[in-house]
Structure formats: C-alpha cells, structure tokens
C-alpha cells in the first residue's frame, strides 16, 4: 500500500512539471498537419472570361419577355397550382353589406376614475312587482298552416284578398306614432303590423342591398334611380318573395295576460353603483321568464312549472297584426313586454296598467260620456240600464276584488282603448346579440322611474285555476371583463332576477259556463227556478256570446238557441243558431225573496240572493250565488264587451281595434285611479 502510494505522488509531480510543454508539444503538432494539407489542395481556377460569360448569361435571362399563359401552364405542370376564381369571389363578396357593429370594440372607452379604478360587481336585479292577471278569450287572424307548420299559399283562381285587409290600413311604423285622446286612440287608429322574423329582416336587407346597386348602376349611366314604392306595392313584392300571399283564417284562442310594474329606476341605480360607469349603466332585458302552477281537485296546488314559451311564441310569431299600446313606448321594455295580437272576436281587458297610460288616453271624448248613461245594444252600458246600476256594480267589483291585504286593487290592468303612444324620453333600439354585454346604443334604454312588464300565456286550459310569478333575464354586463371584483361571475352570458311574488288566483272558465243572475219569483206549478246567464265561448272563430235561460229543480241548464253574433268585418250582426247546453243539472235552490231587518233594526226588508246547487257532468257538485256571479269581473267584462261589440257590428263599422269596450269596468279603473289608488289599472 506503501508503495503505490509513493508511485502515484511522483506520476502527479511530473505531471505538474512537465504537463503544460506536453499540451503546448500536442497542439503544435495538430496546427503543423493542417497548414501541409492547405498547401497541398488545389485551388478555384476562375478567369475573367468566365466571369463575363456567365454575367452575360444573367442579363439576357433578364432581358428575356415570358409570355403569360406559358408561365401560367408551367406553373400548372410543375407546381400543379390550380385557379382559385378570386375575381368572381371579390365581387360576390362586394355584395355583401358589413354592419359596423359587428366591428365594434367589446367594450367602450372608459375614463379611470381617481382612486377608485375601475373594479365592477354584479348589478343588482329585483323581481316585478303588483302583479295582476286577468283571462281572456278572442278570435286571432292567424296565417294557416298545413301539417307540418308551413304556411299554405293561396292557389290560382282562389280570391287573394287577405283577410286582414278588410279591418283597416296596416301601421306604417311602430309604436309612438301620436293621436290624442282615449277614445280618439281607442276608434282611430290602425292596428300594427306584426313583428318580422330573422328570414323576413334578411330578404329585406338583401332586397334593399339589390335596389341600392341597381340605383348606383343607374346613376352611373345617367338613369334615375329607382323611386321608393307604396307600402302596399312593397308588401305585395315582399309576399311575392316570401312565396305568399298566404291564406289567413281566424282562429279562437283562450289565454292568460299577466302585467306588472318593475322599478326601473332602482334597477339603474343598482347598475350605477356595481358598473362605476353612469354612461352604460343601462339594463339590457333579454325576456321575461314566466312560471305557474295549477290547483289541484283537492284544493291542493301543484309544484312551480315554466309555462311552454316555445308553445306560446308559435301562437305570437304566427299572428299576422298587432293591436296598438297605450302605455308610451319608453314605458315598454324590449324583450319584456309580449306584444298584442290583433283580435277578429272578442275585446282585451287587463293588458294595460292604467297608471302607466297618459292621462290624455284615459279621458272619454263627451259623445260617449253621454252614450253610457244609455241602455241596451245602441249603449255603453253594461245593459243593466241605469248609469246608477252600472256604478254600483263597479263599486262591488272594485270590492269584491280587493283580497288577501296585498294593497292590489281588483280592477288592476283593467285600463283599456286603443291608439298609438307618443315616443317618450326614452330610446329604443335593436336588441344586442347576446353575449354582447355593453355598448353605447344598440338596445332599448330610458330613464323612467317604472315601466310595464307583460306576459302572455296561451297554454292555458278551460275549468283550471293558476297562480303566476315572473322574474327577468338580463345580459351580464361583466360577461368577459377582467376589469371584476373577486368572486364576480364573468362567465356567463345571462343573469337571472328573482322571482316575484305570486299572483292572486284566476281561473279560465269552462266554455259553456252558467251564471246565477236573479231567483224567480215562486210558482207553485214549476217549483222555484232560477233565472241563468250561460256564456258560449266557440274555439272555433273566437266568439263569446252570453244568453239567459231559466231552470229549476232537475233540469239541465241551457239549450240550443238563436242569439246574435256579432261581426267585425263591417258586415253586419248575424242571428246563428248556438248551442247553450251547459250540461250542468240544478240539483237544489236557495234564497231569493225578501229577508226582514233583525229585530230593533229600522228599515225595508232586503233581497236575498239566489243560491243554486249544480251537478257537473263530472259528476262534481258547486253552488252557485248570485251575490258572487253578478259581481264576478269575467263575466262583466264578457257582458260589457258583447254588448259594445254588437253596437259597433249593428253600425256596420269595421273593426280598427280590438281593445275593450266594456266601459263600466274601465270607469271602475278610473275611479281608482283618481281615489289613488297605487294598484289601479
């Protein structure tokens, strides 16, 4: 061990000794091989002849002239390189308009403010409030479909009239288009024309693009462009596009209308404080969510389910005109308000909150003042034939409608006419795409303390009893910023409201329902018997018409008879035979006479009202009172309306609106209105 230690301490003195002149020796050696390879390799051999004959060789390929297809075939052969047809997709896409939105920023330029930034929060939402829904039954113009939903054109030789062409000239605009006066709104103004489809707004852009390049083509050669024709001769060129024109039939439809008030303006404050920017701290409504659950045999209600929307806007988007608002357009949010489908049978009630109307809509012009004190078909009235009666009705309505301590009054949405509503101090606009979450315009704004929320429910069944709440669905105005608080939702494109409080019942009546209206006097032959009003609703053409019939112990309540039907095609009233048969049996009957005051009372003996027991055809038993079917808001509606629609089809006029005329009932809204009521409608 001794020994190999004393060999390795002398290897490394000699390495430290002489190890740098061996490195130096090595490298020496390899830089002595390299420069006697360098010397024995041959070099380039160029002359300068060489020199100028290639340079003169360049300068002719230079100077040489390629014809053009021969480059393009070379290239085809050795670079197989094929035509792309550019040109003629330049022009197809010239042809194409670009809208300047789709090239907007994602969102506006915004001043920082000092020492606060710029870190948003989710807004805020809040539920409608003072609901109110009310039933309905009418006749709607509707396009007719075959059985796949395709819309059915007229054939040759068939009369190409449309239908809605008989009831009046079709708006040439929207909403906001001026007229005084309830009642000068409610007779003068022409209904609105329907809502267009994405198809429809496609067509006429392209058709409007074609005019335009016809008219610059035009003018380059010194023609004069094509003049903007008639509103008739565009719809007719429209419909020719379209396939059409398109038959139209009038349909009867039952429905529920459901109208509300949202605070508006607390809902711009609330944006204001999360969004720190006042300049597009605005709301973008998408649509209005609607729920309902029904009431069960038991008395029992059933759990919270959507209502069909899909169901609903096949009824909407298939109408072929729209009835006139009366609430002013910066006082009906986009997305939130269903719009109003122009009536052939029957009359709107509730879809209007009275307080949102303006004032010069909620007067009657003095004629018709003066024609409600009338009785009868050629009146106003509800054909009770005394402006006494008739206010005494309302005031029972008024309340008997007044429950559950809500602070609703009963004739809420009440409020009905016709005509147009001037444009407010709010505007409106087309609706964003969503996910599109800010922008300087593009929807609907205003800056109203409380606007309208409407829905319309046309799912609903005869005999079913519901309760509604709605909420609202908004745009997240956060959707894709980095500009957020932490835990702020910036991922999805919609933010959901609360839901609101539910509505009070209300029921959609059978068909053929009967009302108890008085108890006969007693008659020892026929036993006691109690005087009915039956009301028809046809699902066929839309129609209501009421008719009375007596009936006593055992009989069935009802029958076939002659009454008159009503026409709002300017024809005329038509006597038709219909079929009243309720199918309801009287099983027993109370009440009528007079009834003396207790004793130590002073006074006239009073009236009792008419109770009658009735056996439906399902076998279920219910009792009828007179107290509550003389004061039941449906029914009057339905009187009120027949008796003003049998008026104007006896005048032969026809019909430009098909807003309600049951003026008792709107009087009853007034009263309200002017008692301050905060629920009137």
Not at 95 to 110: F, N, S
């Amino acid at each position: 061990m001794a020994n190999a230690n004393a060999i390795v301490d002398k290897m490394a003195q000699v390495g430290l000794r002489h190890g740098e002149k061996a490195g130096v020796a090595i490298a020496m050696t390899v830089f002595l091989v390299c420069v006697a390879a360098a010397i024995q390799e041959k070099g380039i051999e160029t002359t300068p002849d060489q020199i100028k004959k290639v340079a003169e060789q360049a300068q002719q390929n230079l100077n040489r002239k390629e014809e053009r297809d021969a480059i393009i075939k070379r290239l085809e052969e050795t670079e197989k390189i094929e035509p792309t047809d550019f040109a003629a997709r330049v022009e197809k896409q010239v042809q194409i308009k670009l809208v300047a939105d789709q090239y907007r920023p994602a969102r506006t330029w915004v001043t920082p403010e000092p020492g606060a930034g710029l870190i948003r929060e989710t807004p805020e939402l809040i539920a409608p409030s003072e609901l109110y829904a009310f039933p309905g039954r009418g006749g709607l113009l509707v396009f007719a479909l075959d059985d796949e939903g395709n819309k059915i054109p007229y054939k040759e030789g068939e009369d190409k009239e449309a239908p809605h062409q008989k009831y009046g000239k079709v708006r040439k605009k929207g909403r906001g288009m001026g007229g005084s006066g309830m009642m000068g709104g409610m007779m003068g103004q022409p209904k609105k024309k329907r809502g267009k489809s994405k198809e429809e707004i496609a067509r006429e852009a392209k058709a409007e693009q074609e005019r335009l390049a016809r008219n610059l083509s035009k003018s380059l050669a010194g023609a004069v462009p094509d003049a903007d024709t008639s509103e008739d001769e565009k719809k007719k060129k429209e419909e020719e596009e379209d396939g059409g024109p398109y038959k139209e039939v009038t349909q009867g439809y039952r429905w529920v209308v459901i109208t509300g008030i949202l605070d508006h303006a607390q809902l711009l404050e609330n944006y204001r404080k999360a969004l720190k920017n006042p300049s597009v701290a605005h709301p973008q409504y998408l649509r209005l969510d609607l729920q309902r659950r029904t009431q069960q045999p038991d008395g029992s209600w059933s759990d919270w389910a959507d209502v069909d929307i899909e169901k609903n806007y096949s009824v909407l988007d298939n109408i072929t005109d729209e009835e006139e608002e009366l609430v002013e357009e910066n006082k009906l949010p986009d997305n939130l308000v269903d719009h109003l489908p122009f009536l052939t049978a029957g009359l709107y009630s509730g879809v209007h909150v009275a307080r949102l109307v303006p004032k010069e809509k909620r007067q009657l012009p003095e004629d018709n003042q003066n024609a409600m004190g009338m009785s009868g078909p050629g009146g106003m009235a509800m054909g009770s034939g005394s402006m006494a009666a008739m206010m005494q009705a309302n005031q029972q309505n008024m309340q008997g409608m007044m429950q559950g301590g809500k602070g609703r009054m009963g004739m809420m949405g009440m409020m009905q006419g016709s005509g147009s509503a001037a444009m407010g101090s709010g505007s409106a606009g087309m609706g964003m795409p969503m996910g599109e979450t800010e922008s300087v315009g593009n929807f609907w704004k205003s800056e109203e303390k409380q606007v309208m929320i409407r829905a319309l429910d046309y799912t609903v069944q005869p005999d079913e009893t519901y309760r509604y709440r709605v909420r609202i669905v908004v745009a997240n105005p956060n959707y894709n910023r980095d500009d957020v608080g932490p835990g702020v939702n910036r991922k999805d494109t919609k933010l959901f409201g609360p839901w609101s409080k539910e509505t009070d019942v209300v029921t959609m009546p059978p068909d053929v329902q009967p009302y108890a209206v008085r108890a006969l006097p007693f008659n020892v032959k026929t036993g006691p018997r109690v005087l009915f009003q039956v009301v028809r609703f046809n699902p066929g053409d839309g129609w209501t018409v009421p008719a009375r019939f007596d009936a006593g112990l055992g009989e069935v309540i009802g029958e076939i008879d002659r009454e008159a039907v009503p026409k709002s095609d300017g024809s005329g009233t038509k006597t038709e035979q219909i079929d009243f048969n309720s199918h309801q049996i009287v099983l027993d009957i109370g009440g009528g006479g007079f009834q003396n005051l207790p004793n130590g009372m002073l006074g006239p003996k009073i009236e009792r009202p008419a109770l009658a027991a009735l056996l439906r055809h399902d076998g279920a038993m219910i009792v009828h009172s007179e107290a509550d079917d003389l004061a039941n808001p449906f029914r009057k509606d339905i009187e009120s309306n027949y008796t003003h629609e049998l008026h104007e089809s006896d005048s032969k006029k026809k019909r430009e609106h098909s807003q309600g005329g049951g003026y008792g009932s709107m009087m009853g809204s007034m009263m309200q209105m002017m008692g301050g009521s905060r629920g009137a409608r």
